[in-house]
């Protein structure tokens, strides 16, 4: 079992930037890759980023490419979640999740493990 926990959520205005973080604790957080997911009101989830294990593999929607960065620092546990330029759409309560892969993959669906959320609202 993995447990997820997001934290770095509040309240910008559009134009700013804020980091999330995932921790993780429990099971060994060898071979997971993790994600990052949102769901605004009224809305689907939907997929956001993805790093690998290693870190050496990422993917990423088209909506937050060029703005949104993933990274991990494994010896910490910790996922994070750099947003700059952040816009009202980017609006959502956001999830991070874990899947353990067997090869180097940022995968964008089947997660297993999943934390509770945190919510991003970005004024006009």
């Known amino acids: 079992q993995v447990h997820l926990v997001e934290s770095g959520g509040g309240l910008v205005q559009a134009g700013d930037s804020l980091r999330l973080s995932c921790a993780a604790s429990?099971?060994?957080?060898?071979?997971?890759?993790v994600g990052w997911f949102r769901q605004a009101p009224g809305k689907e989830r939907e997929f956001v980023t993805a790093i690998s294990w290693s870190g050496a593999t990422t993917n990423s929607a088209d909506s937050v490419k060029g703005r949104f960065t993933i990274a991990r620092d494994n010896a910490r546990n910790t996922v994070y979640l750099q947003m700059n330029s952040l816009k009202p759409e980017d609006t959502a309560v956001y999830y991070c999740a874990a899947r353990y892969t067997s090869a180097e993959g940022a995968p964008k669906r089947a997660y297993d493990y999943w934390g509770q959320g945190t919510q991003v609202t970005v004024s006009s």
């Open positions: 429990g099971r060994t957080w060898a071979g997971y890759a």
